[in-house]
């Protein structure tokens, strides 16, 4: 999306907030086309880099003071726009790697991780982001980056930045051509500490998972 459609034209593009969406909105864009399929060989670098830029604008907005929007209640942005055949799509072109184990908060003593998906993860931060993109389209300018910040820290910073770490882990495993274990069988859905995600555990060799998903080790 250009910037005249994203952006009033009387918008500073050095003001934060249009480079806070202009970073919103390339992801929500980028991970909607990798979703597509069409370029599967180049997919995990591919959203290894968009999320790690996503970050960045979200250490921002961390690091920025307390945003609080204009109006007392949040203006109703709309329906959400449904997210499952974005899901879906992902689940499938990840599929090899989709599920792994997360710790939620690490700042809670004697938590065990437990399963998580990367598919689920996305669509669950481009929700979120997509929120906020309605009020900032809208011209809710502070609305959009209040919410942002807020779901920053209550939802989508922590998803992301899990989502990042597992997407660092199946790149690394693959460039230094160590083998990579799959949770065979895994159910998301229940909670799994390190014996059983042991057990479950499965040998999948790198060179499995390399060409299907563009990756390729170190020579």
Do not use: C
């Not at 929500?28 to 370029?39: N, R, Y």
């Not at 982001?129 to 009020?135: A, E, Q, T």
């Amino acid at each position: 999306m250009s910037d005249a459609t994203l952006h009033a034209t009387d918008q500073n593009p050095d003001d934060f907030a249009v480079q806070i969406a202009d970073q919103i909105e390339s992801f929500l864009v980028a991970v909607t086309e990798v979703a597509k399929g069409d370029e599967p060989d180049s997919a995990v670098p591919f959203l290894l880099l968009e999320v790690s830029q996503l970050m960045l604008a979200g250490g921002r907005l961390g690091a920025h003071e307390d945003i609080v929007p204009d109006e007392r209640y949040e203006p109703d942005p709309g329906p959400e726009q449904d997210v499952d055949q974005l899901r879906e799509n992902l689940a499938r072109l990840l599929d090899p790697i989709d599920v792994y184990s997360e710790v939620f908060d690490p700042y809670e003593p004697r938590k065990a991780p437990v399963p998580a998906r990367i598919s689920d993860d996305l669509t669950d931060v481009i929700t979120d982001l997509r929120h906020g993109m309605v009020h900032y389209k809208a011209g809710r300018t502070t609305e959009a980056l209040w919410w942002w910040q807020f779901s920053y820290f209550s939802n989508w910073g922590s998803t992301a930045s899990a989502t990042l770490r597992a997407l660092q882990s199946v790149v690394a495993h693959v460039r230094l051509n160590q083998p990579l274990e799959e949770l065979d069988g895994l159910d998301t859905d229940q909670e799994l500490g390190d014996e059983t995600l042991e057990s479950e555990a499965g040998r999948v060799m790198v060179r499995e998972i390399a060409g299907p998903l563009g990756l390729r080790p170190v020579k």
